[in-house]
Structure formats: structure tokens, C-alpha cells
């Protein structure tokens, strides 16, 4: 037991160095509600043109259903990659913290040459 918890200090110790930004301390979850919220706002918003150009036989009325519609398919599109973005930040950033340490645990355990030969 005594080995896994100097593995996981370690860890802890090793990340705070590589001095990773913390997402808890960020902006990173109101950029991924945002993103979310986009995504949902969107098809609502396409939703609403739907039935706002349905209802009325103006010309007008229905080509500015069609530009608000068409604003509701960017308004989906940006906000799944803002979305995807802060979403997969959070793995990656640990993934690549992951790979360093075990990385540096390998290392650990091979043994080097001094001759610079392998």
C-alpha cells in the first residue's frame, strides 16, 4: 500500500509541477454551459422560424423566418464546437498529464548507459 500511495503523491507532485491549469479555477465550465446551451438554443430557435413562417402568408415575415432559421443552424454549429472544445480539454489535459508520469515512471525503471550506447 505504502508504494501506491507514493506512486499517487508523486503524481499529485509531478502535476502540480508541470503547473497544468486547474479547470476546477477556470472559466472552463461557463465556456461549456455556454457551448451547451447554444446547442440547444439553436434547434429551438430553428423550431421557432418553422412555425413563425408557417403562420403567415407575408413574403416578408417568411424570408425573415428563413434568416432566422438559418441563424439557428450557426448558432448549433458554434456552440457544439465551443462545446466539444471545453469538453475534451479536460481529458486531454489529463491524458497528457497521465503520459508524462508514465513516461517518467519508465524511465525510472530502465536502466541508462553511460557511455550513451543502448
Request: glycine share 8%.
Amino acid at each position: 500500500m505504502t508504494s501506491t500511495e507514493d506512486r499517487a503523491d508523486r503524481f499529485t507532485r509531478e502535476l502540480a509541477e508541470l503547473k497544468i491549469p486547474d479547470p476546477a479555477a477556470g472559466r472552463h465550465d461557463l465556456w461549456l454551459r455556454l457551448g451547451l446551451t447554444l446547442m440547444v438554443a439553436g434547434p429551438i430557435l430553428g423550431v421557432v422560424s418553422y412555425f413563425l413562417s408557417h403562420n403567415t402568408s407575408d413574403a416578408l415575415v417568411q424570408r425573415d423566418a428563413i434568416v432566422l432559421a438559418i441563424v439557428g443552424v450557426a448558432v448549433t454549429v458554434v456552440g457544439s464546437a465551443v462545446f466539444l472544445r471545453y469538453s475534451l480539454t479536460g481529458f486531454l489535459r489529463f491524458w497528457m498529464a497521465r503520459q508524462a508520469f508514465d513516461l517518467a515512471v519508465l524511465a525510472d525503471g530502465v536502466p541508462h548507459r553511460k557511455d550513451g550506447s543502448s
